[in-house]
């Protein structure tokens, strides 16, 4: 048994206070703007200084995860990043073609290495444990997810910190834009994007602030729209758990007009009805949004509430016992993750 | 298993040069810098017109120098298994990079926002990329992800492949890791002052810092359940691993060697197997002031005065970064196969803090099982353990 | 040698944002105990000395010496620049 005794969310929306989702911040624009915690209450000015906004975030994210679990010992801390500390590799990147390789400084480079979040997070800890981060695009936060899920059940670790954290980068994203894969306009190509980090404290042991059970994730690169409905079914298979049971789904749709032909399949092997979550339209995306995707399920097991701001299709059920989340992007990096109430 | 480094193409090829004592390590060519004529690289002689050629990539392909590398030697890894096709074996993929597609980024960074031709490589600059370019071309599909974690990072990979076996999660698992070189992080390491202006000479007194270098590498792991059923020769055993981290400083390792010992401990548990029984050790030994110091009181720690016959193969091949723990994973496994036991190259005189001595020429004895390291920056300490293919332990 | 300038300096190269020169001494300790800065700090500090000072150091650890205090830079700079 795997339960979230912890649950910590930098995004743009207010959730590192809780306030979100009784507080709901209309997005505006095409890269949504996070809400920042108050950086300086967990961060000593030593250690913020060289900080990018990726690590702040993942930073205080599982530090807040952390405080709810009662900061209990870790045996591992797994993060999952896309693209990333992007805004440092692009600094130093600039620097390196602006300057023709002269007057370069350290501390960039240093920082852009993609570990770094889950280091510095070791390194305000003193955390010897295991350390491994996990760089795939859409589903980096599942691949971390998949190897704690691997080490509690092997009783290889009784408490791990996961998480999931991206940042922006602004030419990096104008290059995305360019790309198609941030929207610019109403009908251009593209998402609408943000940044965010959330953090979760998984262990072996119940508690009495437990959200919700972990109980299985599954990742595959590929995956035709045509086949969700059956990828989905194996999932349900090996889990052991009947669609009935299900009594939520929580896409990560996005606000693309491309890509969204993953869904129909899946979603019609749910009894009409169901209530669909979609929460990209909140959180904005990017590749370690469904990490916030997570955290929301997790809190809809918790409350037993599911919120109407977060409700795509479908009507709110008096109960949830089972939720299954499903996440692609661009077609690719596609995964199923089953949590249980407790 | 499959290879590419600076001192050869394929498996052979790299097998005899390091019996022939045949280093890779040369003045950079394929890459502009302003820094090539002070600084000394391992890098692979073949341009990326060239390797596209070899795998004969389609016009108006994205493929990053990092990506083709990774095909190159995951082809040959599957190949030279014998694999197929992935059948009813549950196959998956674990790679492991650094650069990623930033050999390309630093390229055509400037002239993306004027040239739209060249945007489709916008798309490849994340990690991830390659790992997708390399399932493709290998027509896997199911569980592939990145490991990113700096110099540790293909260690990382084939350890997680192992416990997907182990754990039944998967049957079958190619595991690696593929880096090229760039201008990102030769302008790097120069900014730590870690580079060195001659040939590395790991765990010398006189040691000035690394050389850099790029390959690829990747190897099969197989469960038994494959291995009975498809009557497969066993190259080698993987029976020890273990991770940990360090804690200390952001790229700096500690100066007791905490990460490095813990690593080793764990790896040595893992097996099962007490210290005395390792036939040899194939060093991180990168020649940085910082890493040789604490890695060698990390031996001691490990080892007291009975450290096993070690070497780095650095000197060969430059420091690869993420693809360093896969292609010394070869290095080890080609050592267990060839009972031979690789010589640290260019080693003049012993550090004054103990008493280290690696070996400076070809060995030829038996080895029974190799311990492996891998340490990256974020303190990231990783550990394997071969074991030879006939080991009844 | 304007050691105002060097403080400066100092905090603007090492993103010291709570930091203002009237805050350092010009005898403090600006490593360990004192400032607190580390090697990564001294590693900007050096390249801080070529590009705005165009002298150049081969040797992190020659480092150690001339960054002891702003007294022991203010006197390197003022015997070395050639900017």
């Given at each position: 048994?795997?339960?979230?005794?912890?649950?910590?969310?930098?995004?743009?929306?207010?959730?590192?206070?809780?306030?979100?989702?009784?507080?709901?911040?209309?997005?505006?624009?095409?890269?949504?703007?996070?809400?920042?915690?108050?950086?300086?209450?967990?961060?000593?000015?030593a250690m913020i200084r060289r900080m990018g906004a990726g690590v702040k975030n993942g930073v205080v994210a599982s530090a807040i995860a952390l405080k709810e679990a009662g900061s209990p010992e870790l045996d591992a801390i797994i993060t999952g990043t896309g693209v990333g500390c992007i805004k440092d590799s692009e600094n130093f990147l600039m620097a390196i073609l602006e300057n023709q390789e002269a007057f370069l400084t350290p501390t960039a480079f240093i920082q852009s290495t993609h570990n770094t979040v889950?280091?510095?997070?070791?390194?305000?800890?003193?955390?010897?444990?295991?350390?491994?981060?996990?760089?795939?695009?859409?589903?980096?936060?599942?691949?971390?997810?998949?190897?704690?899920?691997?080490?509690?059940?092997?009783?290889?670790?009784?408490?791990?910190?996961?998480?999931?954290?991206?940042?922006?980068?602004?030419?990096?994203?104008?290059?995305?834009?360019?790309?198609?894969?941030?929207?610019?306009?109403?009908?251009?190509?593209?998402?609408?994007?943000?940044?965010?980090?959330?953090?979760?404290?998984?262990?072996?042991?119940?508690?009495?602030?437990?959200?919700?059970?972990?109980?299985?994730?599954?990742?595959?690169?590929?995956?035709?729209?045509?086949?969700?409905?059956?990828?989905?079914?194996?999932?349900?298979?090996?889990?052991?758990?009947?669609?009935?049971?299900?009594?939520?789904?929580?896409?990560?749709?996005?606000?693309?007009?491309?890509?969204?032909?993953?869904?129909?399949?899946?979603?019609?092997?749910?009894?009409?009805?169901?209530?669909?979550?979609?929460?990209?339209?909140?959180?904005?995306?990017?590749?370690?949004?469904?990490?916030?995707?997570?955290?929301?399920?997790?809190?809809?097991?918790?409350?037993?509430?599911?919120?109407?701001?977060?409700?795509?299709?479908?009507?709110?059920?008096?109960?949830?016992?089972?939720?299954?989340?499903?996440?692609?992007?661009?077609?690719?990096?596609?995964?199923?993750?089953?949590?249980?109430?407790? | 298993?499959?290879?590419?480094?600076?001192?050869?193409?394929?498996?052979?090829?790299?097998?005899?040069?390091?019996?022939?004592?045949?280093?890779?390590?040369?003045?950079?060519?394929?890459?502009?810098?302003?820094?090539?004529?002070?600084?000394?690289?391992?890098?692979?002689?073949?341009?990326?017109?060239?390797?596209?050629?070899?795998?004969?990539?389609?016009?108006?392909?994205?493929?990053?120098?990092?990506?083709?590398?990774?095909?190159?030697?995951?082809?040959?890894?599957?190949?030279?298994?014998?694999?197929?096709?992935?059948?009813?074996?549950?196959?998956?993929?674990?790679?492991?990079?650094?650069?990623?597609?930033?050999?390309?980024?630093?390229?055509?960074?400037?002239?993306?926002?004027?040239?739209?031709?060249?945007?489709?490589?916008?798309?490849?600059?994340?990690?991830?990329?390659?790992?997708?370019?390399?399932?493709?071309?290998?027509?896997?599909?199911?569980?592939?992800?990145?490991?990113?974690?700096?110099?540790?990072?293909?260690?990382?990979?084939?350890?997680?492949?192992?416990?997907?076996?182990?754990?039944?999660?998967?049957?079958?698992?190619?595991?690696?890791?593929?880096?090229?070189?760039?201008?990102?992080?030769?302008?790097?390491?120069?900014?730590?002052?870690?580079?060195?202006?001659?040939?590395?000479?790991?765990?010398?007194?006189?040691?000035?810092?690394?050389?850099?270098?790029?390959?690829?590498?990747?190897?099969?792991?197989?469960?038994?359940?494959?291995?009975?059923?498809?009557?497969?020769?066993?190259?080698?055993?993987?029976?020890?691993?273990?991770?940990?981290?360090?804690?200390?400083?952001?790229?700096?390792?500690?100066?007791?060697?905490?990460?490095?010992?813990?690593?080793?401990?764990?790896?040595?548990?893992?097996?099962?197997?007490?210290?005395?029984?390792?036939?040899?050790?194939?060093?991180?030994?990168?020649?940085?002031?910082?890493?040789?110091?604490?890695?060698?009181?990390?031996?001691?720690?490990?080892?007291?005065?009975?450290?096993?016959?070690?070497?780095?193969?650095?000197?060969?091949?430059?420091?690869?970064?993420?693809?360093?723990?896969?292609?010394?994973?070869?290095?080890?496994?080609?050592?267990?196969?060839?009972?031979?036991?690789?010589?640290?190259?260019?080693?003049?005189?012993?550090?004054?803090?103990?008493?280290?001595?690696?070996?400076?020429s070809l060995q030829k004895k038996e080895v029974r099982h190799v311990l492996s390291n891998s340490f990256g920056f974020g303190g990231n300490c990783s550990t394997l353990l071969f074991t030879a293919a006939d080991d009844l332990h | 040698m304007d050691k105002q300038e060097i403080k400066e300096k100092i905090i603007a190269a090492l993103n010291l944002e709570d930091v203002t020169a009237a805050d350092i001494n010009d005898d403090d300790a600006l490593f360990g105990d004192g400032l607190g800065l580390d090697s990564?700090?001294?590693?900007?500090?050096?390249?801080?000395?070529?590009?705005?000072?165009?002298?150049?150091?081969?040797?992190?650890?020659?480092?150690?010496?001339?960054?002891?205090?702003?007294?022991?830079?203010?006197?390197?700079?003022?015997?070395?620049?050639?900017?």
């Open positions: 048994m795997i339960y979230i005794n912890g649950s910590g969310c930098i995004s743009a929306q207010k959730t590192f206070d809780g306030s979100f989702p009784e507080e709901i911040i209309a997005p505006e624009g095409y890269i949504l703007p996070v809400v920042a915690p108050p950086y300086k209450e967990y961060i000593s000015p889950g280091a510095q997070i070791a390194l305000g800890l003193g955390c010897k444990a295991y350390n491994f981060s996990y760089v795939n695009g859409a589903i980096s936060f599942e691949s971390a997810l998949a190897d704690a899920r691997l080490q509690l059940l092997n009783g290889e670790a009784r408490t791990i910190l996961v998480g999931g954290v991206d940042e922006k980068a602004d030419f990096t994203y104008r290059l995305f834009a360019l790309a198609g894969l941030i929207k610019t306009g109403e009908n251009s190509p593209g998402a609408s994007y943000s940044e965010g980090a959330s953090f979760f404290v998984l262990e072996t042991g119940k508690k009495e602030q437990s959200y919700a059970q972990l109980k299985d994730v599954q990742v595959m690169n590929r995956l035709e729209p045509e086949a969700t409905g059956h990828g989905l079914l194996q999932f349900l298979q090996r889990t052991g758990t009947p669609v009935e049971a299900i009594d939520a789904v929580v896409i990560g749709k996005n606000d693309d007009t491309q890509f969204q032909d993953y869904y129909p399949a899946l979603l019609s092997e749910f009894s009409a009805g169901i209530p669909v979550v979609h929460y990209k339209h909140l959180s904005g995306e990017y590749n370690t949004a469904s990490a916030f995707g997570f955290g929301l399920a997790a809190g809809i097991l918790k409350k037993q509430q599911l919120p109407e701001a977060v409700l795509l299709s479908g009507e709110t059920r008096p109960g949830y016992r089972n939720i299954l989340l499903y996440n692609q992007y661009r077609g690719l990096d596609h995964s199923f993750i089953l949590l249980s109430g407790c | 298993m499959g290879i590419v480094s600076a001192i050869g193409l394929t498996v052979e090829e790299n097998f005899r040069s390091l019996v022939e004592l045949k280093p890779g390590i040369s003045r950079i060519e394929n890459l502009d810098t302003v820094h090539k004529d002070v600084i000394r690289v391992g890098e692979i002689k073949k341009t990326n017109k060239e390797l596209a050629k070899y795998l004969n990539l389609e016009e108006g392909n994205n493929y990053t120098r990092t990506a083709m590398l990774g095909v190159m030697a995951a082809r040959q890894a599957v190949e030279h298994a014998g694999i197929t096709g992935t059948g009813k074996w549950k196959t998956g993929l674990v790679s492991a990079t650094s650069v990623g597609g930033m050999d390309t980024t630093e390229q055509y960074f400037t002239s993306y926002l004027e040239n739209e031709a060249i945007r489709r490589y916008i798309l490849s600059h994340d990690p991830g990329d390659s790992t997708h370019k390399i399932a493709d071309a290998l027509g896997i599909h199911g569980f592939i992800t990145t490991i990113s974690t700096a110099c540790s990072s293909a260690a990382n990979a084939i350890m997680l492949g192992a416990r997907m076996i182990a754990s039944g999660e998967l049957d079958r698992v190619v595991v690696g890791g593929t880096d090229a070189l760039a201008k990102f992080t030769i302008n790097g390491f120069k900014t730590l002052m870690i580079l060195s202006d001659t040939e590395n000479t790991p765990f010398d007194r006189d040691r000035k810092g690394l050389n850099l270098g790029e390959a690829a590498a990747y190897l099969v792991l197989e469960s038994e359940e494959v291995i009975k059923a498809e009557n497969r020769k066993v190259l080698a055993y993987l029976s020890g691993f273990g991770n940990a981290n360090d804690a200390y400083h952001q790229t700096a390792s500690s100066e007791n060697g905490e990460g490095a010992t813990l690593a080793m401990e764990k790896a040595l548990r893992v097996a099962g197997l007490r210290p005395d029984a390792i036939s040899y050790i194939n060093v991180h030994g990168t020649a940085t002031g910082n890493n040789d110091l604490s890695e060698g009181r990390a031996l001691i720690n490990i080892f007291g005065d009975r450290v096993p016959p070690f070497s780095s193969t650095k000197p060969y091949t430059g420091h690869t970064l993420a693809a360093a723990g896969a292609i010394e994973a070869v290095y080890s496994v080609l050592s267990l196969q060839h009972g031979m036991i690789w010589p640290n190259l260019n080693f003049r005189n012993p550090m004054p803090e103990f008493d280290l001595v690696p070996e400076t | 990564i700090d001294a590693l900007e500090l050096i390249v801080m000395l070529d590009k705005d000072y165009g002298i150049k150091l081969s040797d992190p650890k020659e480092g150690r010496n001339i960054f002891r205090s702003v007294n022991t830079m203010a006197a390197y700079i003022a015997e070395h620049r050639t900017k």
